[in-house]
């Protein structure tokens, strides 16, 4: 199905997602983590190309369908390259699958109390605090 607009955080939710077809802008990718589900990459301008790049080869967490393509150059991608990287990031135990469930878990760590996004958060508003205060 394709459709202007999804509700993207409930459908990546859903037990049934196995994976996200992605354009890799750091929201999706972000909720993508969060809820367990690889991606397959298919940035199209600004900064997804690097979080498509990041994703695939730096963390593994993502599979490649493309790193650098761009929607207004009249490139093709073709329905075997969209198979291909589809199968892929489906095969129940594989490297990608393994790595999305360590930074899922790294990442509720990390927003839990005595966390590292939870302490940075708190030092912030600490220091926002503070500043009000001596002002």
Known sequence: MVCKWAPQKEILA???VGGFVSHCGWNSSLESLWFGVPIVTWPMYAEQQMNAFQMVKD??????????????SGEVVLGDEIARA???VME???????KVREKTE????????GGSSFTAFQR????????????
Do not use: P
């Open 106 to 113: 790294q990442s509720r760590l990390a927003v839990k109390e």
């Open 86 to 88: 589809i199968k892929c």
């Open 124 to 135: 912030l508003i600490d220091d926002i605090c503070l500043n009000l205060e001596t002002n």
């Open 59 to 72: 963390l593994g967490v993502a599979v490649e369908l493309r790193l650098d393509y761009r929607s207004m």
């Open 92 to 98: 129940i135990d594989n490297e990608v699958r393994k």
């Open 14 to 16: 859903h037990k049934s």
